[in-house]
């Protein structure tokens, strides 16, 4: 319980219906926990006692009570189910979201350090276990102990008035043995809860993996194999579910085997010391009750402890610090000029493990710098510490003499346009993609970009043109138009820092040497930063970098590296050799 107190200020937003519902429980509580009772001890007897002498008008009206307090019970009963679910469904509404932006700005290391179908379970099967728990206890947690109450009011009032204090204390006597097993069975599902959910997101990333490389199962002929391993995960959830039922099950027969007892003890008691008949079914009808919430109470008490497993997976990600922030007192920038400063940077994706080390470099503003270098070199990570994806672990990156550390990364980013190794689009049309590189261009200016990016043509040739669907992650179109429209994107955008990492791969050579054309236009004023592994692209850049095992090992133009370095000279040679 008390690990679900933080997350009681999701309760505000829904304090209206959260309220209603208490009420409306509480009444319900009183109808079934001693109005039942109450009937069978005072409203029904005199039908019995005064046979014969009452009116038929009198019966009816004393019958007319049980569909009385029948309709209180389902009136307030209703009530109360339906604002608890309103209000239930509302907090799940807020822990998700909650949840999806905090995957909006944790670091870009921690979401691809794991696994994609794991955080989408977390972020759909957790929650809504946490919002089932959350509901089963703002509506069980109201309306079960308030019948209880009822209920056990009831027993002692009958009880008391029968016989006496002892006859009311044999009655209760069973019900606080029944905390035995809910506390038993409660132990039992929390750590088998948490098996369970793990397996769940164990089984949705293999899901979602197998979706994400339906290619490769066909190629490969993995169909076999991925229907096998997913078996077998499936197979686990089922063990695991039933590892759970096994308990939970056990908790309804227990209590039920309890209550049996304690009214076999009453019976025998209540002969002893000659209790009524009428009062004896009272007892027996407020004991009924009583236990009745005891089994509710019970399976809540197992839901919240399945709750409280969801909430530990969740809190994984809730609780992540977001290390990557805005400086307390950022520096105020407009547009950036984009002067590019290494000093001494050093990083590593896993401690001990530096992929770039003491890198020092200046890229004047301007400039078209090209990157090469080995696979793996480390190419991508140094243009990705521009826009501030990670944290070096040593030294500064600069832009314009500032470290990225002291801008808003707004700021910054606002000022880098990138097109990744692996462009996504989203699955939306070819203009909204677009306009996700600068969201008021106007229409000309859209087309103007897609132009430069040799991507227009084949847009209007599509039967929707610039209102085409592109699937999803753009899978409806190929792998260079795909490159074409994020180029376009990221012209659009119109930033002085311009990052293209392989961004031309794709291409056949003729849009290559095309795309060549017009970044020679676009780069003017521009510092370009551009990894490509054709040396067509990079002959003609300013400044070549030649990267080796996580550090610049040479600098120049290319005819001063094809001469001096033998490193930079082999990848030309082999390239050329290739082409
Ligand atoms: N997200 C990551 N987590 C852990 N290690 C990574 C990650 N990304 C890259 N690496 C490692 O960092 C090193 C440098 O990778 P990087 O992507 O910068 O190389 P690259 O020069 O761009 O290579 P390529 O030409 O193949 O694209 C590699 O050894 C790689 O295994
Ligand atoms: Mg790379």
Redesign the pocket.
């Known amino acids: 319980m008390r690990r679900f107190l933080p997350y009681l200020r999701y309760l505000r937003a829904v304090r209206g219906p959260i309220t209603k519902a208490i009420v409306y429980g509480v009444l319900y509580g009183a109808a079934s926990g001693a109005g039942i009772p109450l009937l069978v001890k005072y409203v029904f007897p005199p039908v019995f006692h005064l046979q014969g002498s009452l009116a038929l008008s009198t019966v009816a009206l004393i019958a007319a009570c049980i569909p009385i307090v029948f309709l209180l019970r389902a009136v307030t009963g209703y009530l109360n189910g339906y604002y608890t679910q309103y209000a239930g469904v509302r907090i799940l509404e807020q822990i998700r979201t909650e949840y999806f932006s905090k995957l909006q700005y944790l670091p870009l290391s921690f979401v691809?350090s794991r696994q994609t179908g794991d955080l989408l379970s977390r972020g759909l099967a957790d929650t809504q276990q946490l919002q089932f728990a959350l509901s089963l206890l703002a509506n069980d947690g109201i309306k079960q102990p308030a019948t209880l109450v009822g209920s056990l009011v009831a027993l002692g009032v009958v009880a008391y008035k029968s016989q006496g204090a002892w006859l009311m204390l044999v009655c209760l006597a069973a019900v606080p043995l029944v905390i035995f097993p809910v506390r038993f069975v409660g132990r039992k599902v929390i750590r088998r809860a948490a098996q369970l959910q793990a397996q769940l997101g164990s089984v949705t990333s293999q899901f979602s993996e197998n979706l994400s490389a339906a290619r490769e199962v066909r190629a490969f002929g993995l169909e076999q194999r991925e229907l096998g391993r997913f078996a077998t995960g499936t197979r686990a959830l089922v063990a695991a579910q039933m590892k759970i039922a096994k308990y939970a099950q056990a908790l309804t027969p227990a209590i039920e085997m309890i209550s049996a007892i304690g009214i076999a003890g009453t019976l025998i008691y209540a002969y002893g010391s000659g209790v009524d008949e009428t009062s004896f079914l009272a007892i027996i009808a407020a004991l009924y009750t009583s236990y009745e919430p005891v089994k509710k109470i019970g399976t809540l008490n197992n839901e919240l402890k399945r709750g409280q497993a969801a909430l530990d997976r969740l809190e994984v990600v809730l609780h992540e610090p977001v290390t990557i922030t805005d400086p307390a007192a950022p520096v105020p920038v407009g547009r950036l000029r984009g002067d590019i400063a290494f000093d001494g940077v050093t990083f590593a994706?896993?401690i001990g493990e530096p992929?770039l080390r003491e890198v020092t470099i200046a890229i004047p503003a301007g400039t078209v710098c090209a990157l090469v270098?080995p696979?793996?070199?480390?190419?991508?990570?140094f243009v990705n510490l521009v826009p501030r994806f990670y944290e070096t672990v040593g030294g500064h990156v600069r832009i314009d003499g500032h470290d990225v550390r002291d801008l808003r990364l707004a700021d910054l980013r606002r000022n880098i346009a990138l097109v990744s190794?692996e462009p996504v689009l989203f699955n939306d049309t070819i203009l909204a993609n677009l306009l996700l590189g600068r969201a008021d261009a106007t229409r000309p200016e859209v087309e103007q970009a897609a132009r430069d990016a040799f991507a227009h043509d084949f847009i209007t040739a599509l039967p929707n043109g610039y209102d085409t669907m592109v699937g999803e992650r753009g899978a409806s179109l190929s792998g260079g138009q795909r490159q074409r429209l994020a180029l376009a994107r990221a012209f659009l955008r119109n930033a002085p820092i311009l990052i293209l990492d392989e961004a031309t791969s794709a291409l056949d050579s003729d849009s290559e040497a095309a795309i060549q054309a017009a970044l020679k236009k676009l780069v003017v004023g521009k510092t370009v930063l551009i990894?490509a592994h054709r040396f067509s692209t990079i002959r003609d850049a300013t400044k070549i970098l030649v990267?080796d095992r996580g550090e610049i090992v040479a600098t120049g133009s290319h005819g001063d590296l094809y001469a001096a370095n033998s490193l930079y000279r082999s990848l030309y040679d082999r390239q050329q050799g290739a082409g």
């Open positions: 691809q994706y896993k992929v270098g696979s793996g070199a480390g190419k991508s990570t190794q990894i990267f």
